[in-house]
């Protein structure tokens, strides 16, 4: 069983949908979580932490709910830019806070 | 600012050959980190270095690969007698004590 679980996807939305990915983890010493985009053929990048009392950045809203080890996050209008892969990343504090990664949940926002 | 590079950018390996990756990270940035990203898989983590010093390598397959950072700037990644299960993207990334790491573009292997 992998350390982070998330369904694969893809999710195929109209634009202005709104869209909700779930991410579980198995380690319950990880201490930081977040989710990562990452565009097709390209590197990784920091979308936004997540906190258990959760965040908002603008359309996207990301929640931890430490007793169930599982992340969420909420994309709402979605647009067509929003298209990409996200990345469910948690962090143990061991090897120099190393990254776990999901293995990507596969997001196509359609016209 | 210049973020972090990685030469090159493809590189096709014919099986058993040896292969060299290069990792640039952003200037001053103290920790270093290989990911292995293979298609439709989510990056995973292969070694991390703080300064020159190698503090973990947990994450290497096998002993066919090998990293070093000599200095504390520039990495590089070999791996030895390549395989096809090497095909992958390999992905370096730099942080200066946040948390948050960032990526260079990788080096995606194909080995034939």
């Known amino acids: 069983r992998k350390e982070v679980e998330q369904d694969p996807g893809p999710f195929n939305v109209p634009e202005g949908a709104t869209v909700a990915f779930n991410c579980t983890y198995s380690n319950s010493a990880s201490q930081s979580f977040f989710w990562y985009r990452q565009d097709c053929r390209k590197e990784p990048k920091l979308l936004m932490s997540v906190y258990s009392s959760g965040n908002e950045d603008g359309r996207f809203t990301a929640q931890l709910n430490r007793a169930s080890q599982y992340i969420s996050l909420l994309i709402r209008d979605s647009k067509l830019s929003d298209s990409a892969t996200y990345l469910c990343?948690?962090?143990?504090?061991?090897?120099?806070?190393?990254?776990?990664f999901g293995g990507g949940t596969r997001l196509m926002v359609k016209p | 600012g210049a973020g972090v590079s990685q030469s090159p950018r493809y590189k096709v390996a014919k099986r058993g050959q040896d292969v060299a990756l290069r990792c640039d990270p952003i200037s001053g940035h103290v920790s270093l980190f290989w990911y292995q990203q293979a298609l439709g898989q989510g990056p995973e983590f292969l070694t991390y270095?703080?300064?020159?010093?190698?503090?973990?390598k947990s994450g290497l397959p096998s002993d066919r690969f090998f990293a070093e950072r000599p200095e504390g700037s520039v990495s590089t990644l070999k791996i030895q007698r390549t395989q096809q299960e090497d095909s992958a993207v390999y992905l370096c990334?730099?942080?200066?004590?946040?948390?948050?790491?960032?990526f260079g573009p990788g080096t995606r292997l194909t080995v034939t």
């Open positions: 990343v948690v962090t143990t504090n061991n090897a120099g806070n190393m990254l776990t």
């Open positions: 270095f703080q300064n020159e010093a190698q503090l973990d």
């Open positions: 990334a730099s942080t200066g004590g946040g948390y948050e790491q960032y």
